[in-house]
């Protein structure tokens, strides 16, 4: 069973911010939302690290917790997506979310929120694979199309990596046993919890 | 039950009208809707997107090792 996960790679980012203008692109995401943006610490100073950050498709997601319509609902491969009819815009899902993925659009001249909008991991939603309703609501649905999400294809350092979570976590291995360094993946303990066993990326490298 | 006392029980009951709950249960009708996997076919695909040397089966396990080679396009050291 593939499950879908993401890890951005720190060492490799350059905080070109591809992968936020593939994503807004790609699903048509209006002004004033984000799904995908690029976080720089020590910003200007050497040694600074950018990560790019989105949903993160948490195994147990605060948002679906606190939701109280029961919008949300996570798919076999470990999305978590949601229902936009269902969604009535409280901003919950906003204050429960350590990593800032939901937002809300901006409607008419007194900034009325709207209904919740964030990264789908360009699997659209519970329209019909592929339609227009599901286009035009949720974006691209690009895992029907076997493809992965536009954010992580069109890295161009490979920083960002998408897709079944065994392979990426072993592209990712691959690098840091070559590199020596860089084990450490922001946001992966709090979205997908401790390591159940012992890794070799655990122990430190033998050069 | 004289008119006046008649006027009064109507004021009465319009103004208590305000005082009822509509149910606010989800219902069928407000109730998520439920979705389609990833790998089923579906009428309104455009499969001009599809990815090049792919077609969409409803195989699940076809589907799955798609998207375990497309991921390998991400590795830098086997290319």
Same mark, same amino acid.
């Given at each position: !069973?593939?499950?879908?996960?993401? %890890?951005?790679?720190?060492?490799?980012?350059?905080?070109?911010?591809?992968?936020?203008?593939?994503?807004?692109?790609?699903?048509?995401?209006?002004?004033?939302?984000?799904?995908?943006?690029?976080?720089?610490?020590?910003?200007?100073?050497?040694?600074?690290?950018? %990560?790019?950050?989105? @949903?993160?498709?948490?195994?147990?997601?605060? @948002?679906?917790? #606190?939701?109280?319509?029961?919008?949300?609902?996570?798919?076999?491969?470990?999305?978590?997506?949601?229902? *936009?009819?269902?969604?009535?815009?409280?901003?919950? @899902?906003?204050?429960?979310?350590?990593?800032?993925?939901?937002?809300?659009?901006?409607?008419?001249?007194?900034?009325?929120? $709207?209904?919740?909008?964030?990264?789908?991991?360009?699997?659209?939603?519970?329209?019909?694979?592929?339609?227009?309703?599901?286009?035009? *609501?949720? $974006?691209?649905?690009?895992?029907?199309?076997?493809?992965?999400?536009?954010?992580?294809? !069109?890295?161009?350092?490979?920083?960002?990596?998408?897709?079944?979570?065994?392979?990426?976590?072993?592209?990712?291995?691959?690098?840091?046993?070559?590199?020596?360094?860089?084990?450490?993946?922001?946001?992966?303990?709090?979205?997908?919890?401790?390591?159940?066993?012992?890794?070799?990326?655990?122990?430190?490298?033998? *050069? | 039950?004289?008119?006046?006392?008649?006027?009064?029980?109507? #004021? !009465?009951?319009?103004?208590?009208?305000?005082?009822?709950?509509?149910?606010?249960? %989800?219902?069928?009708?407000?109730?998520?809707?439920?979705?389609?996997?990833?790998?089923?076919?579906?009428?309104?695909?455009?499969?001009?997107?599809?990815?090049?040397?792919?077609?969409?089966?409803?195989? *699940?396990?076809?589907?799955?090792?798609? %998207?375990?080679?497309?991921?390998?396009?991400?590795?830098?050291?086997?290319?």
């Amino acid at each position: !069973m593939a499950r879908m996960k993401f %890890i951005c790679d720190a060492e490799r980012c350059i905080e070109c911010n591809g992968c936020v203008t593939a994503c807004k692109a790609e699903n048509n995401v209006p002004w004033g939302v984000n799904r995908r943006r690029v976080v720089t610490l020590n910003d200007g100073v050497v040694g600074e690290k950018s %990560i790019s950050v989105a @949903c993160m498709h948490c195994s147990d997601a605060p @948002c679906m917790a #606190v939701c109280p319509v029961n919008c949300f609902y996570r798919t076999d491969e470990g999305v978590v997506l949601h229902d *936009k009819d269902v969604c009535i815009g409280c901003g919950y @899902c906003s204050y429960a979310c350590p990593f800032g993925a939901p937002q809300f659009p901006s409607n008419g001249e007194f900034g009325l929120r $709207g209904k919740m909008d964030k990264c789908t991991f360009c699997a659209g939603g519970p329209e019909a694979n592929g339609s227009e309703a599901e286009n035009a *609501k949720y $974006g691209r649905n690009r895992l029907a199309e076997g493809k992965l999400p536009a954010c992580a294809e !069109m890295c161009s350092t490979k920083a960002l990596l998408g897709g079944d979570g065994d392979v990426v976590a072993e592209i990712f291995r691959t690098r840091v046993l070559n590199r020596g360094k860089g084990s450490e993946v922001w946001g992966w303990g709090t979205a997908y919890g401790k390591p159940t066993q012992t890794s070799a990326l655990t122990a430190p490298v033998k *050069k | 039950m004289n008119a006046r006392a008649l006027g009064g029980t109507i #004021v !009465m009951a319009v103004a208590l009208v305000a005082c009822g709950e509509k149910p606010q249960t %989800i219902d069928a009708s407000s109730a998520r809707k439920s979705d389609e996997p990833a790998w089923a076919v579906s009428n309104t695909a455009e499969p001009a997107f599809a990815a090049p040397g792919w077609k969409t089966t409803g195989d *699940k396990a076809a589907w799955e090792q798609q %998207i375990r080679q497309r991921g390998q396009a991400q590795n830098d050291y086997v290319r």
